[in-house]
């Protein structure tokens, strides 16, 4: 089953735990990205990455990292959480061709709680 | 500077009649548009996309206009069922000059319909 997986699906942890949100997809897709979804204000891109080792910031990048090694995964990494960073995450997906942000596929969410 | 925006924060109709969901947007370089449904607890999946050389696309019960002019498109459902329930983002990136890698959302409509 084509999916994307996100592990894990809740986090409760506290201010400054560096922390890990793990991105898998079994479909070969080139784009991948990380959006985070607060009340509010809708869907916001965190990074993109457009194949193994090319990754760039989105619209909100600051307290994130990413990392690309390879094609299947694109892990989030936050190296010291605060409770500005309490949100819901989601992982997409997708061919690049004809356009990395046609139809992207979206993982289950993670829902991150920062104390 | 939100340069999507979806004003209308929910909508409500029968089941049967049609739901017009809209979206605007300011960024004149924006030039495909797509439509996401989101159930809760789940992750976004897409609906409908239009380039910005058409004025409209349909896809069954779904439709997208689009009115370059007037920065303005709009999601139409007929009939609409009680599963359309759901939010809907509205969302834009800008396909040619290789920026079609990031993709910017509106705030969302929460659409609910009434048996």
């Known amino acids: 089953e084509a999916q994307v997986t996100q592990n894990p699906r809740y986090l409760i942890t506290v201010t400054g735990k560096k922390l890990t949100v793990t991105c898998s997809q079994n479909?070969?897709?080139?784009?991948m990205s990380w959006y985070r979804q607060d009340p509010g204000l809708g869907l916001r891109q965190i990074y993109y990455?457009?194949?193994?080792?090319?990754?760039d910031k989105g619209d909100v990048p600051e307290g994130y990292k990413v990392s690309r090694k390879e094609k299947r995964n694109f892990p989030l990494i936050l190296e010291s959480p605060s409770p500005n960073q309490t949100s819901l995450y989601f992982c997409?997906?997708?061919?690049?061709?004809?356009?990395?942000?046609?139809?992207?596929?979206f993982g289950p969410g993670t829902r991150l709680t920062v104390l | 500077d939100q340069q999507v925006k979806q004003n209308s924060p929910s909508l409500s109709v029968q089941e049967g009649r049609i739901s017009i969901l809209n979206c605007d947007y300011t960024?004149?370089?924006?030039?495909?548009f797509l439509w996401y449904k989101k159930y809760p607890a789940e992750g976004p999946t897409f609906l409908i996309s239009?380039?910005?050389?058409?004025d409209k696309n349909e896809d069954g019960r779904f439709t997208v206009f689009l009115n370059k002019s007037a920065k303005h498109l709009s999601l139409h459902i007929v009939p609409s069922q009680p599963g359309d329930s759901a939010v809907y983002f509205c969302?834009?990136?800008?396909?040619?000059?290789?920026?079609?890698?990031?993709?910017?959302f509106g705030k969302g409509t929460l659409l609910t319909v009434n048996p």
């Open positions: 997409a997906s997708s061919f690049i061709a004809p356009r990395a942000t046609d139809t992207q596929y």
């Open positions: 990455s457009m194949n193994v080792e090319v990754t």
């Open positions: 479909m070969n897709h080139e784009y």
């Open positions: 960024n004149s370089m924006f030039d495909y």
């Open positions: 969302a834009a990136t800008r396909n040619s000059g290789g920026s079609n890698y990031k993709l910017t």
């Open positions: 239009i380039s910005s050389i058409k």
